[in-house]
């Protein structure tokens, strides 16, 4: 059985940081790739950051790019996304994503989603 447990989201003025968590468990965490999605109010869902499982490389969508640092411990079956410098725009609820291949078939899961808000 897939399970996610998110933590970490909450209220946060402009300026300030949050570390979201998502400890997974239920499939081979080692051997996927995991994301940090967001969707805000009447938008669409969005990829904030990806990190790989065979060499941890990772990649941003460009409005986090220098903010946001996305990290995996694989001893602890989860991952990490630290956000600095938060914006109101980045108010949004945060999804934890999965996803590998095993022979031909895919397999993607997902998190139920922490919510951020950066106020004043």
């Known amino acids: 059985q897939v399970q996610f447990v998110e933590s970490g989201g909450g209220l946060v003025q402009p300026g300030g940081s949050l570390r979201l968590s998502c400890a997974a468990s239920g499939f081979p965490f080692s051997r996927s790739a995991m994301s940090w999605y967001r969707q805000a109010p009447g938008k669409e869902r969005e990829l904030v950051a990806r990190i790989t499982s065979a060499d941890g490389s990772t990649n941003y969508a460009a409005s986090v790019k220098g903010r946001f640092t996305i990290s995996r411990d694989n001893a602890k079956n989860t991952v990490y996304l630290q956000m600095n410098s938060l914006k109101p725009e980045d108010t949004a609820v945060y999804y934890c994503?999965?996803?590998?291949?095993?022979?031909?078939?895919?397999?993607?899961?997902w998190g139920q989603g922490t919510q951020v808000t950066v106020s004043a």
């Open positions: 994503n999965a996803d590998y291949t095993a022979g031909l078939r895919g397999y993607n899961y």
